[in-house]
């Protein structure tokens, strides 16, 4: 049996090259191409694509899932879901996230991947419960990084957990991009030892290891691999699609994809990455390989941000004293894995420590929040002394129960508070998730303004 391939150059393929930018004409363009290629899914939905088609592509994201679901007449469609987040940056109450989880699967989605920025496994429970409710295939993800905590154990201990939740099929999200190939074997023969999940590898070329590393993972019974279509691949996004078709052909790992119907499709992709490329939101650096991240641990896309940060405050001669800073708030919050949005809380703190001079004299609201319990429960215990800085010794609250538990239920209240504006119970979530650019995205959606008429006047009769 051959290696499953789910491509992700419509969803994650242009989120990691150019901020989620490509419109829906486009992601359709190839579409027909791709339906036919043989792969077991494609990641077309969820993650940054929802946000971005309503703050910045002026389009209805549910429409654009079910445009791409009447030309898929084959091929599984993948969405990427932040548990109790859904799509948004908040936790939600549980009556959103199943509402989330049913219109999803009602306009088309096959596969729900979920994960916990934390891999705090209460977050996940409500949007894999909803999965299995409406018959969709629930794939829970955890997100990978290297610490004193994050070892083999801890990872096959949450393997066995989700197992019992009722996931049917379990990813090792590398979303740095810091998997080392002799650690994805042993994890992989770790895994598949210890559960019958299927197993599914998604990772970074930011390093520049990633294919050694995918090949690693397969030979140690890894299923289902991500890669991207050659168009979008490399650089900050998966390794290439049809590389990895030339590479395992005639083993028994052979994916069998139709290598014709690849080619058509990225001679037509290649046209959008040349689009964005001459515009200038597909930075060339974005396809470079940046092996510091191996060094540091820190995902590539929060070494861009920590350099514009201190671009700003004029202060780039403290790169490397901030670089060595990451690790020691890392360490102090319990070793938080270096995702969005703890990836850009670690690195701002990070930043403010070295530039005051004092460590925690200034504290992000995000971060109090978070050591609060407010974001779920840190993998190791957040440092006493810190906690307290942090804190201010104020008599604080904090939780260490479920975030979500302190939530009532919203969905019917914003239903009722926005009756006049939304149509559908997709409209009410577009709102929910993101009240001010919801809301004038469906205004103008639904009562387009007339434009001003242009009069065009001759002034050389």
């Known amino acids: 049996m051959g290696v499953k ?40 939905w969820g993650g940054a694509t929802f946000d971005s088609c309503l703050r910045f592509l002026d389009e209805d994201p549910w429409e654009r899932l079910r445009k791409v679901r009447k030309v898929c007449k084959n091929t599984k469609l993948q969405m990427l879901f932040r548990g109790q987040n859904i799509l948004g940056y908040r936790h939600y109450a549980d009556d959103v996230v199943d509402k989330f989880v049913q219109k999803s699967i009602e306009n088309g989605i096959d596969i729900i991947r979920v994960f916990d920025a934390l891999n705090d496994v209460r977050n996940l429970k409500q949007a894999v419960d909803s999965t299995n409710k409406y018959g969709g295939h629930c794939q829970i993800a955890l997100s990978y990084t290297t610490s004193p905590v994050h070892t083999v154990d801890y990872y096959v201990s949450l393997a066995k957990e ?24 042993e994890l992989f023969s770790r895994l598949k030892a210890n559960t019958k999940l299927p197993l599914e590898l998604h990772t970074h070329c930011t390093g520049g290891i990633a294919e050694m590393t995918v090949h690693r993972a397969i030979e140690a019974g890894c299923d289902i691999v991500d890669t991207a279509l050659s168009s979008l691949a490399g650089g900050t996004s998966q390794p290439c699609t049809e590389a990895l078709q030339y590479a395992l052909q005639g083993t028994e790992y052979d994916p069998k994809l139709d290598i014709k119907m690849l080619e058509a499709a990225a001679s037509k992709m290649n046209k959008v990455r040349d689009k964005y490329l001459a515009n ?26 920590l350099m514009n940060q201190l671009e700003k405050q004029g202060a780039m001669d403290k790169y490397e004293e901030v670089l060595k800073e990451v690790p020691r708030v890392r360490k102090d919050l319990g070793y938080p894995p270096l995702v969005t949005p703890l990836s850009q809380m670690v690195g701002t703190q990070s930043v403010m420590n070295v530039l005051t001079g004092e460590r925690y004299k200034m504290v992000p609201k995000e971060i109090n929040e978070y050591v609060r319990g407010l974001y779920g429960k840190s993998p190791a215990p957040i440092d006493e002394e810190v906690k307290a800085k942090i804190l201010k010794g104020a008599d604080v609250k904090i939780i260490t129960h479920r975030p979500a538990d302190d939530i009532e239920p919203e969905f019917e209240k914003l239903k009722e508070q926005y009756k006049d504006l939304c149509r559908s119970d997709e409209d009410v979530l577009i709102v929910a998730l993101f009240p001010e650019v919801g809301q004038k995205f469906l205004e103008k959606k639904y009562n387009p303004q007339p434009q001003d008429e242009v009069v065009e006047v001759n002034l050389y009769i």
Not at 16 to 23: E, V
Not at 162 to 185: F, N, Q
Not at 280 to 305: D, E, F, R, T
């Open 5 to 44: 391939i789910v491509d992700t150059v419509l969803r994650d393929g242009h989120q990691s090259l150019f901020a989620t930018r490509m419109n829906t004409e486009e992601v359709l363009s190839a579409l027909e191409e791709l339906d036919k290629a043989g792969y077991y899914a494609l990641e077309v």
């Open 162 to 185: 989700v197992e019992k939740m009722g996931a049917h099929s379990l990813c090792i999200k590398d979303m740095a991009g810091v998997l080392l190939p002799e650690a994805a074997y």
């Open 280 to 305: 200038g939101l597909l930075k060339p650096k974005a396809l470079c390989v940046n092996p510091n991240i191996l060094k540091y641990q820190v995902p590539g896309g929060m070494l861009s941000n």
